[in-house]
């Protein structure tokens, strides 16, 4: 059975740096590309961070380039998300995804919280 288990989320104050980490069992997790979403209350859940199962390719949103960085290790089936100068527009749950071509696994989400 798919499991995806993230952890790292907290309260930090606006400038600070957390690090997600979303570790994958049940699943050959390097054959699977891996994402970071968030979400808020009243949007829609935003795509953060994607990362090609070979590792080949990264993407991020305008908003987080050159703050966030995501990373993986496929021998820990581990994904990343380091998260660097926080703002309180960062504030929501973010969760992992990991898709193959027949379907895409999500985690339980871990809450950030950017506020003074």
């Known amino acids: 059975q798919v499991q995806l288990v993230e952890s790292g989320g907290g309260l930090v104050q606006p400038g600070g740096s957390l690090r997600l980490s979303c570790v994958g069992s049940?699943?050959?997790?390097?054959?699977?590309?891996m994402r970071w979403y968030r979400q808020t209350p009243g949007k829609e859940r935003e795509l953060v961070a994607g990362?090609?199962?070979?590792?080949?390719?990264?993407n991020y949103a305008d908003s987080v380039k050159g703050r966030f960085t995501i990373s993986r290790d496929n021998d820990k089936k581990t994904v990343y998300l380091r998260m660097n100068s926080l703002q309180p527009e960062d504030t929501a749950v973010y969760y992992c995804s990991a898709r193959h071509w027949f379907g895409t696994y999500w985690g339980q989400g871990t809450q950030v919280t950017v506020s003074s």
């Open positions: 990362m090609t199962s070979t590792g080949d390719s990264i």
């Open positions: 049940g699943l050959i997790f390097r054959d699977f590309d």
